[in-house]
Antibody, heavy 120, light 110 residues
């Protein structure tokens, strides 16, 4: 059974960076990808980007390009999403989700979410 | 301003059948599969329907999906109180090269 476990809640000041981790278990190979989706308070889902667990290829939404970095550590099965230059409107729950090996693969499994609060 | 358009709310009584619509364009729904996610209060989204009308293991057959042209819909029959949740449609967008979501529909079971 695939399981995604994310790191704990974070509180950051405007202008700072945050790095959220997502540890995947239950996969028998690296033929999968990890997507990052965020949800601002009371709002809908917003796709941020994706990384291949196989070769580290990434694809990010234009809105976040230049501000987001997605990495993966194949030795531990952990994916990371770093968002820089935080603003108050980056306050949201950040989810990782896993699926097939392509950027366009849908997401079968979701992490529990990580609340990131940006406040001075 | 979501790329896919859903009604913000829907409601029904126990046992009733409700449908939730999702409208897009040629670059997303018109040329790719549609997916539906259910988000219960305070929890992460859960895959409900994939590839327009397929149910993952464990999803009751009360849930069904369909797609026509640039629109899709989710139908829930035999409504139950535990179906009260937010429902999101999603599709890959070829023009943006990213996933797009609907704004979500809050389903209330009266």
């Amino acid at each position: 059974q695939v399981q995604l476990v994310q790191s704990g809640a974070e509180v950051k000041k405007p202008g700072a960076s945050v790095k959220v981790s997502c540890k995947a278990s239950g996969y028998t190979s690296t033929s999968y990808g990890i997507g990052w989706v965020r949800q601002a308070p009371g709002q809908g889902l917003e796709w941020m980007g994706w990384i291949s667990a196989y070769n580290g290829n990434t694809n990010s939404a234009q809105k976040f390009q230049g501000r987001v970095t997605m990495t993966t550590d194949t030795s531990t099965g952990t994916a990371y999403m770093e968002l820089r230059s935080l603003r108050s409107d980056d306050t949201a729950v950040y989810y990782c989700a896993s699926g097939g090996p392509h950027s366009s693969s849908w997401y079968d499994y979701w992490g529990q979410g990580t609340l990131v609060t940006v406040s001075s | 301003q979501s790329v896919l358009t859903q009604p913000p709310s829907a409601s029904g009584t126990p046992g009733q059948r409700v449908t939730i619509s999702c409208s897009g364009s040629n670059s997303n729904i018109g040329s790719n599969y549609v997916y539906w996610y259910q988000q219960l209060p305070g929890t992460a989204p859960k895959l409900l329907i994939y590839r327009n009308n397929q149910r993952p293991s464990g999803v009751p057959d009360r849930f069904s999906g369909s797609k026509s042209g640039t629109s899709a819909s989710l139908a829930i029959s035999g409504l139950r109180s535990e179906d009260e949740a937010d429902y999101y449609c999603a599709a890959w967008d070829d023009s943006l090269s990213n996933w797009v979501f609907g704004g979500g529909t809050k389903l209330t079971v009266l």
